[in-house]
């Protein structure tokens, strides 16, 4: 089965506890007003890619060494199969290996549409931060984009790692390059990418094509 990813990722620090496998899948219907992933939006043929050959990167990236997996988006939930085939290769890794890894996922959804539309999925999760993302009600919650989203455990393992709150670090930005681009990974505070923009230009580094503007 073939899945429609945008990037992958390790390690991500921002997204979740610990030391990450991030993966962002590509395709969202939503098109929340102020997201900053614009450029996972469109539905693009030359994203697609095994699902089995997604796992493989998985293990061989990480060593076997992770805390977690956190998908993102674009939408995964708008690829459902897809989505399930990815989740049951990671609890077949973890179980395998005798890992104890969590597993993340971001939704644009209200938690009620997925619980009502796609409760096996959350069966595989250990977390999930579900609701759509809302320009004007920002969030200090590292992991957050506004004030009405919330980690939700849906485990006993989610319960012992999303039930408290975070390490009061304030939100934190990865920056990853690989030759051509540059990556910006994480939840910006509201301004911080448009700060970001200008104090490069300072520098004399202008932005030719940013993903917040796609």
Known sequence: ??????KAHFP?????PGRRIGIWLQGCSIGCKGCVSR???????????R????????EEVSGNVLDGVTISGGEPFEQPAALDRLLRGLARWRKRQGLDFDILCY??????TLRSRHTALLGRLDAVIAEPYVDALPSEHPWCGSSNQQPVALSKRGEQRYASSPNPAGKRIQA????????????????????LEALCHERGVDFAQVSWRS
């Open 107 to 112: 939704s644009g959804y209200p938690l009620a």
């Open 39 to 49: 450029d996972t939006w469109a539905q693009e043929a030359g994203r697609v890619m």
């Open 12 to 16: 991500v620090t921002v997204l979740g």
């Open 176 to 195: 990853l390059a690989d030759g051509q681009r540059i990556w910006y990974v994480g939840i910006p505070a509201r301004g911080d990418m448009a700060r």
């Open 51 to 58: 699902v089995a050959d997604l796992l493989d990167w998985c």
């Open 1 to 6: 089965m073939n899945i429609s990813i945008n």
